[in-house]
């Protein structure tokens, strides 16, 4: 088809069709002769360029012609030699304004432009035409655009590869599929139109006299990847550089498209890495532009990406926390995301970034919600918590990350220093109204209730069985990530409880006992703290324990979490109180907070299968409740203690609260035992003023009174919903690197994808849990969180035919075989897996 068919019939003659009347514009009478042979029985022409006023009147006749029902005219074409008027007082001064108004206009945008049209039409031999635009100012004649190519359509690259576009054949030059490969391997005859072709799409002069598809892949993935890194440049290339080939200007937008698909295509995406890998060595890419600050908008390769991560490094670091969003969001879908290494370390600039944007939005806030206690714990509950999920979850991105050459160091330390400013003023705050209002809060519920009031009278009915969750740690944050998580599976609700000090396991496991909040105290015996409940001591779990079977008997039963969940329970059906215990979290903390932060989402995906598998039991609800939170005090700097006060403290409970007697000071405040709700052998209470503890070295502690220590979740999930949500079946596949069955990184990426096999699966959602584990079923890898991993549950949420690149993380002394299954996270049924093997050396 000419370039004149193609306007005629492609684009004039369905804009007239459709709007029954058109206004064609043309300064350059550049399209008349087209517009005059749409001229028919059924299709007037009106010729504007004789009488202005003698073609107004035959298009308003031949207008009202149009419809009726005797011999009705299909459409009215206005020819103008004019340009097309823009403004509003050019069309009130253009008489033939209105007909377009009424109907349609050409050209109507810039895709109608002379240049656009031509692309449009002979799209395989853009760069060609954009050449001879460029050499002429007026534009080239129809007969100059038809020329281009000479009619080459590629028939023989189009056999070979089964494609019909240039875009096409040029992607699967660049990376074959399977039989495509084949197809390049078995003929020859191919390669002379292949360089033709790479002539009129690229200005590319192959230059090896290969004849084999390997020797012109290496010299075009070269060209193209080259072409678009120059194109990106806002400055000049080095001069070492100029000589390398490349493509004329005119040729930026099929590389670029080129590049795009094959970076977005998860079948090309593992060759492009490594072609780009190769190509930013071999040209030593790093070393020669690594003075330059501006690469433009495109990290085409991996030095690239680096340049940017340092760009919002330093928006982070400098406070100019726009320049660091608009850096991340730009490179939130980089190819150089799909290296596990990479991903770490924007999760980790993102998740500081969030950090520190998050506490100057609540410091400005904090001085609202500072007028008494219940303004100050409605703002944590509402709000303000969300400050130590943020950093729950960067302190676990640093956790995962190996700075091996001090790249994240200012990040890490901006982060930490603005959550410890707020953390501080936060705590002056909070000690403030705990030394005027005392502890716990009037009239909320203390964590000393809890049985009472939410297990006890359940259980007056007979028969109804209800599950008691003790997990120690389980800060207020979490309790909010574990709503969320439970309501997928059935109705729960989520309420404050305020915990008994001082926030340490053995006081706080004693408070959610029977009767604790009239009968617990705490006595000093042997120079140590006893808890005692109606005077029998409850310090150890088996005591704890006693004081249920004394109250219940046979209708009571205990196990640990995990032993429940993974092993074959046994519960006897006079069991109507199930007490489930955890102390993962604090175990985990206690012994290694650096590293183990990324554990406690286990602890939650444990309490989401017991659930599960409660409800099966017939258990009617479960009641879940924690001792004690945490303050994560990893900004810690060497000296930052607080000074002990004066007097007789022959408790000191995790340096963070101290029992007995004493003065107040400015670094301390001491009040009664009683009117922080401490009954028994002590007088006086000590705590620091601010968020540091009596001795050094802390990096994780409780004990004391602050938010994150004293305000816990309570969680209250009913597990008798009358009908649970039927479950559709679900495809879920795995790949790695298109195919690859051995991992070369600690921190491979797989690709998943939830297959759609269905019209009705379309809008599906589902969750999903990755685990990679050895062949006894030990987890021995687990996805990194952040990004499309929840941090909190290390689940992943695909919608229907969506595809996600999901990073894990290998554990460091973990060699062989091994498989990664995508499990249901409710019941930890498989939906498949997929069969690896380390390539590594541990």
């Given amino acids: 088809m000419t370039i004149a068919e193609f306007i005629r019939e492609c684009v004039l003659r369905p804009r007239l069709k459709e709007a029954g ?107 060609e035409i954009r050449q001879v635009f460029a050499g002429s100012s007026a534009g080239p004649t129809f007969a100059v655009i038809d020329a281009i190519g000479g009619g080459v359509s590629w028939p023989q690259l189009r056999a070979t590869l089964k494609v019909e576009s240039g875009r096409e054949i040029l992607a699967a030059l660049l990376a074959p599929n399977a039989a495509q490969a084949e197809a390049l391997k078995g ?39 080259f072409s678009e890194f120059v194109f990106d440049l806002p400055g000049a290339l080095p001069d070492t550089l100029k000589g390398v080939p490349h493509a004329p200007m005119e040729a930026r937008p099929i590389v670029e498209e080129v590049c795009d698909r094959l970076r977005s295509d998860p079948r090309a995406r593992a060759v492009y890495i490594e072609r780009a890998e190769a190509i930013e060595a071999e040209l030593n890419l790093s070393e020669l532009c690594g003075a330059i600050d501006d690469l433009g908008e495109r990290d085409t390769f991996p030095f690239e990406e680096r340049t940017f991560l340092r760009t919002a490094i330093k928006g982070v670091t400098s406070n100019d926390t726009d320049a660091a969003r608009r850096v991340l ?44 206690q219940a303004d100050l714990l409605d703002f944590y509950l509402g709000s303000l918590r969300e400050a130590d999920r943020l950093q729950r979850e960067f302190e676990q991105a640093v956790g995962d990350f190996l700075d091996q050459h ?50 006890a009278d359940r259980l007056k009915e007979s028969g109804r069985k209800v599950a008691y969750l003790m997990v120690d740690a389980l800060r207020y944050e979490l309790g909010v990530a574990l709503e969320k998580l439970l309501a997928e599976d059935g109705p729960v609700e989520l309420q404050a409880a305020y915990a008994q000090l001082p926030t340490i396991t053995l006081v706080g496991m004693a408070s959610l006992l029977p009767g604790a909040n009239a009968k617990l105290t705490l006595a000093l015996e042997n120079e140590s703290l006893i808890p005692k409940l109606a005077g029998a001591p409850v310090g150890n779990v088996n005591q704890r324990m006693d004081a249920f079977r004394r109250r219940l008997g046979d209708r009571f039963d205990e196990m640990v979490l995990n032993d429940f969940v993974r092993g074959k329970a046994k ?17 985990h903390l206690e012994s290694n907070p650096e590293t183990t932060l990324s554990l406690i989402p286990g602890t939650l995906k444990l309490i989401r299968v017991a659930l599960h598998k409660l409800r099966g039991m017939g ?14 005090n990893a900004q810690a700097e060497a000296g930052d203690v607080c000074v002990k006060p004066q007097g007789k403290w022959p408790v000191n409970a995790h340096d963070r609260m101290m ?42 502690f409780h004990g004391g009174a602050s938010l994150a220590e004293a305000v816990v979740p309570l969680l209250i999930a009913r597990l008798d919903a009358a009908e649970q949500p039927e479950l559709r079946k679900v495809n879920v596949e795995l790949s790695y690197k298109s195919g690859a069955k051995r991992i070369t990184t600690r921190v491979p990426v797989l690709e998943v994808i939830l297959v759609s096999e269905d019209i009705f699966s379309q809008g599906m959602s589902v969750e999903i849990l990755l685990e990679a584990q050895d062949s006894k079923g030990n987890v021995v890898g687990e996805p990194r969180p952040g990004g499309d991993v929840n941090p909190a549950t290390r689940t992943v949420t695909l919608m229907s035919g969506q595809r996600k690149q999901i990073a894990l993380r290998m554990e460091p002394d973990f060699e062989g075989k091994f498989s990664v299954k995508a499990l249901n996270p409710t019941t930890l049924a498989s939906y498949c897996s997929l069969n690896l093997e380390t390539d590594y050396t541990v």
């Fill in 187 to 225: 003929q020859e005859g191919w390669v002379q139109e292949a360089r033709d072709f790479l002539r009129a799409t690229l200005a590319m002069t192959v230059k090896t006299r290969g004849k084999t598809w390997a020797a012109l892949a290496d010299e075009l993935w070269r060209y193209v990847l």
């Fill in 21 to 127: 009347c058109l206004v064609v514009y043309d300064a350059d009478r550049r399209y008349r002769e087209q517009c005059f042979d749409l001229a028919a029985d059924k299709v007037r022409v009106v010729d504007a360029a004789e009488s202005s006023i003698e073609s107004r009147e035959a298009a308003l006749l031949a207008l009202r012609e149009v419809g009726q029902p005797k011999a009705p005219l299909e459409g009215v074409l206005i020819y103008v030699p004019s340009r097309r008027p823009e403004t509003e007082e050019q069309k009130q001064a253009d008489p033939f304004a209105l007909y377009a108004e009424c109907g349609a206009v050409f050209p109507q945008d810039d895709g109608d432009e002379y240049l656009s049209l031509c692309l449009r039409a002979r799209p395989d031999h853009a760069t």
């Fill in 571 to 587: 519960i006897a059906e006079t069991v109507d109180l199930l007490v489930l215990r955890s102390t993962e979290i604090d175990s």
């Fill in 406 to 455: 001090g790249l994240m160091h200012e990040v890490i330390s901006q982060a930490r220093a603005r959550y410890r400013r707020l953390a501080e003023k936060v705590q002056g705050v909070f000690v403030k109204h705990v030394e005027t209002a005392g502890w716990p809060p009037t009239g909320r519920m203390a964590n000393a209730d809890a049985f009472d009031r939410l297990v």
């Fill in 329 to 372: 969001a730009r490179h939130k879908n980089s190819v150089w995301r799909g290296k596990g290494e990479s991903q770490a370390q924007w999760e980790l600039v993102r998740a500081g970034l969030s950090l520190v944007e998050a506490c100057e939005d609540y410091e400005r806030q904090l001085p609202d919600h500072a007028r008494s």
């Fill in 619 to 632: 258990f009617k609800e479960a009641v879940i409740v924690t001792d004690h939170g945490f303050f994560l």
């Fill in 659 to 700: 029992l007995g007697e004493g003065a107040a000071d400015s670094h301390s405040l001491v009040v009664s035992a009683e009117k922080v709700g401490i009954r028994g052998d002590f007088a006086q209470v000590a705590m620091p003023r601010s968020m540091a503890p009596y001795r050094s070295g802390h990096l994780y």
